[in-house]
């Protein structure tokens, strides 16, 4: 039940950040993904099970806010939480820098699920536009951003242990 809460409270405080500081941000590239971000690290921590209701909670929250169709985004992170948290299970998990390497992944993996979804609804323009254009620089701002994250919640994960 704990864990559910801080969850619902980390949705909250994503979802506002990503909306007020990042949202407001018009640039021609890019911008970083703080709900992937914190599925990843949530999924990371959790394992399969919790990242897939994870992905279901935040991507369905995405669809209804932020997205044209209902589902899409759903189904992304679905399987990102599921394959995170899965590969948390069979590797070492305190190897910050495969955190890093998987979140990379999982941005392009993201990017390129959304990428083919819209152009497939003819939604979107072209996929080689897509990736050079937003892809990978999305993929640069989610794992400078997932790094800092990750040791602030290591290093609190270790003093709540503590007591």
């Excluded at 992937?36 to 919790?50: C, D, E, H, P, S």
């Excluded at 979804?117 to 989610?142: D, R």
């Amino acid at each position: 039940m704990k864990k559910t809460i801080i969850f619902i409270v980390l949705i909250f405080v994503v979802f506002v950040l990503q909306a007020v500081l990042i949202g407001g941000v018009q640039t021609r590239w890019s911008k970083p993904d703080l709900p992937l971000i914190l599925l990843v690290l949530w999924a990371w921590r959790n394992g399969w099970k919790r990242g897939l209701l994870a992905g279901f909670a935040i991507g369905l929250l995405e669809d209804i806010f932020f997205f044209p169709l209902l589902g899409l985004r759903t189904f992304s992170l679905v399987l990102i939480g599921f394959l995170v948290g899965e590969a948390r299970e069979r590797i070492y998990q305190e190897n910050v820098i495969f955190l890093l390497l998987v979140m990379g992944v999982v941005t392009v993996l993201n990017g390129v699920i959304l990428s083919l979804w819209l152009s497939i609804f003819h939604l979107s323009s072209s996929f080689l536009g897509k990736f050079i254009s937003l892809i990978f620089p999305a993929f640069l701002y989610n794992c400078l951003l997932a790094f800092p994250i990750f040791l602030a919640e290591e290093a609190f994960a270790k003093k709540s242990s503590r007591f």
